[in-house]
């Protein structure tokens, strides 16, 4: 055979080199890849031990820091104990959780945990050992210098502090080794009411786990360790983080929980049942049951709902109650609603539906939103007109401007909502400026209703944005998935100026999508108010107060002189009707902790005026006095519990550490995990573009090879 010409030999050479550098970039920029989606996917997982030197701690039973740098020691949480009384509209509930140290060392804790966000906490102590320490109110600075010189001195010690209205977060320090901790926390609240079909029915909700927050804005490096964990916007956003155990990870059940629930109605119960845990209910008398879990406990991955209802007839229509003090009185009004026939015809709507596409909403929420999006479809009537804006890192409108109800139209709807996917960030300040235009109509009633689980963390930035932008309409927030941020929903449609609706499975979402639009389409009150007896000098919340809706109450907590007597009258405009109704202090039932509710509900009014613009240097001094006052946890004030006898030498180091906590159940770890910390780009998205980058840039060097050669 004729050998090759030696050019033709040293181009086949050079094909053959470049053939080779292709195979090895393709194979390089895989590992890369795939590298970029394993880091990903290793800063949304479990987290490692961690120090908690501030208040940025991670949610979860006790982690501690492995000796020398090795893998972290969980300290078992032996059990979590939530007791629950409730008294007609006002609950009382004690959370007691038990940790041990199980390592030879010296050891301090971190967790965060959630409460209901209207909760007002009042009482913290800890068991050490064979140590009781009751905790003590202080200014939040104060409490926290307290507690790092205990904990310095070798001293046990705790703190628990406030991040959100719902988020709190525990720091235990110098537990001894292989010694039990346990923590007693102690709040109150009231319940949402309603009646429907006549029938009253009270809904209870004890929050188990904080779910992931998307976190917009640009991130931001601390000043002294370099660390991000905070952006421009939301500049605490590492306080209410916690990592995500990916569900094949969390091996045995992640801080069991049980409960014991001591329910005094006040009035006859027809049923009480519990959708989302099997429940044992026992009879003690007509108006009283106690409720226990079934299995006796259940992991901390999903809310804990309870719901009764009243015998038919006993739902009242007007109820105050009133507790008195040595300063003053302290009233809590619930305002039912008068009968239909005694309002005027409802006017025709304009309805506008938001729903959340986001990664956060994939699984089981995105059907839920689907589903109670497609039966709300269905109500509207022919007089009425609408538009559907669908939003995750973008906001996108169906229609440019509302349509008429029309059945084409609704036709279009109803196949766009079915085949709406998850996917993205959860960008709502577009999609909320898209609905609300600010505008006022006599005409027409205005309603937005934002289905959504409300997993953002720059919460401040959209109530300000819902509260320039309301005008005449009124915003309802439906709250999708097994832990939605009802600090948010709830926070929201106050703003908003109307209610929040909680759908926590598919099955539920036809009762309640049902009950929410009967109360929408229903007449409603406007411009309702409270003309408080002569001499009373009430200071009420919430202020300026809601409408009034078929079925839904309005609640109002005052602070009145001591020993006001009188009656008060409460006013309100149907259509063309002048509307009022009185009710007499005097005859009011004896209430207990309304003074505390209310200074809670007032201390939250005087956050809205800071959010709103006022001067936090007049806002701080009054909310320190009201939660110095009852004794409550507040942005400005923290509980800390310091032994008085030190406990650990000096010589004896001391390690700290926090842990992560379980995906709420139903939360695909696929539409969370690509989220964390900013929500928006899944793993596979960054291998994707790592992949196509390297690819282009091999590409461009074969070009550049082949037109080498070519010269």
Known sequence: MTPAPLGLRDRIREIADLLARLLLMF???????????????????????????????????????????????????????????????????????????????????????????????????????????????????QAQATYEKAKAEGKHTALVSQQRPNIFTTRVANIGPRDEVLVEIEYQHRLPYYVVDGVGRYSLRFPMVVAPRYIPGRPVADEESGAIGATDVVPDAAAILPPMLLPDERGPI???????????????????????????????????????????????????????????????????????AAARDHALLMLMPPAASRVARRLPR??????????????????????????????????????VIEFNSEPFALFDAAQPASRANLSRATHWVRHLRARGGTEMAGALALALDGGRSAER???????????????????????????????????????????????????????????GQVGEVAARMGELFARLESPVLKNLSIVWPAGAAADATPDPLPDLYLGEPVVVAAALAHGARGELQIRGDAGDIRWTSSLSLAEAHPGEGIGALWARDKIERLMDALSEGAAEDAIRPQVLALALEHRLLSRYTSFVAVDKTPARSADARLKSGAVPSALPAGWSPAGVFGELPQGATDARWHALIGLIALAAFGLARTRLRFTSLEA
Do not use: C
């Not at 972290?72 to 140290?101: C, E, K, M, W, Y």
């Not at 005094?264 to 106690?290: C, M, N, Q, Y």
């Open 350 to 387: 304009e309805v506008v539906f938001i729903i959340d596409t986001s990664g956060s909403m994939e699984g089981t929420s995105i059907v839920q939103a689907r589903e109670a999006l497609a039966l709300a479809l269905e109500r509207l009537d022919a007089e009425d007109r609408f538009n």
């Open 27 to 141: 194979v390089t920029g895989l590992g890369i890849s795939l590298a970029l989606g394993g880091i990903v996917l290793l800063l949304a997982g479990p987290a490692a031990a961690a120090t908690a030197d501030d208040d940025t701690v991670q949610q979860g039973t006790l982690l501690f820091a492995g000796a020398d740098g090795g893998d972290p020691l969980a300290a078992p949480l032996l059990h979590t104990d939530v007791s629950i009384r409730v008294s007609g509209p006002i609950v009382r509930t004690t959370v007691v959780q038990r940790f041990r140290n199980p390592a030879g060392d010296w050891r301090e804790g971190s967790y965060v945990f959630p409460l209901p966000e209207t909760a007002a906490v009042q009482r913290m102590r800890i068991r050490v050992a064979d140590r009781l320490i009751e905790g003590e109110i202080q200014e939040r600075a």
């Open 445 to 503: 009633v205005r309603q937005v209703i934002f289905l959504t689980d409300g997993a953002v963390g720059n919460e401040a930035q959209l109530f300000g944005l819902i509260q320039q932008r309301l005008g005449d309409t009124r915003l309802f927030t439906v709250g999708i998935g097994s832990a939605p941020n009802s600090h948010f929903m709830r926070k929201a449609a106050q703003a908003g100026r109307g209610s929040f609706t909680y759908i």
């Open 254 to 324: 992640i801080n069991p929980v049980s409960l014991n629930v001591y329910l005094d109605a006040g009035a006859p119960i027809a049923t009480v049942d519990s959708p989302f845990h099997r429940i044992r209910v026992d009879t003690l008398k007509p108006a009283v049951r106690r409720i226990r879990l079934s299995e006796g406990r259940t992991p901390a991955n999903r809310d804990f709902v309870l719901n009764w209802t009243l015998a038919s007839g006993a739902a009242p229509h007007a109820t105050l109650f009133v507790e008195p």
